[in-house]
């Protein structure tokens, strides 16, 4: 079973630098990886792709796709796993906004 989701978190701060960004895509896949595995076993998985890009439209943007294939006898709901996992990278950048807002 495969399932792939794909969120976008419009983050509206165009003045955090390379760096800073970076370390919130970094931080999003941390979570996302942390959050699957903390629910199945390694050998449950059989594949996971974790990618974060930062897109600068009018809004700064930070995309997180996350694809996830387990074998047909994990009982697991592979979306809501994703879902859940998505939520909890939303909130950890979330915070770390928050943070960032706080040392300007």
Known sequence: MASG???????GLPELSEEELIELGELAQKVIIKHIFDVLNRSDVKDIEVTTRINRDETLDLEIEVYLEVPVFVKVNVDSLINEALERAYESVEKKLKTLA???
């Open 5 to 11: 989701e794909k969120k976008v978190i419009h983050i």
């Open 102 to 104: 706080i040392k300007d």
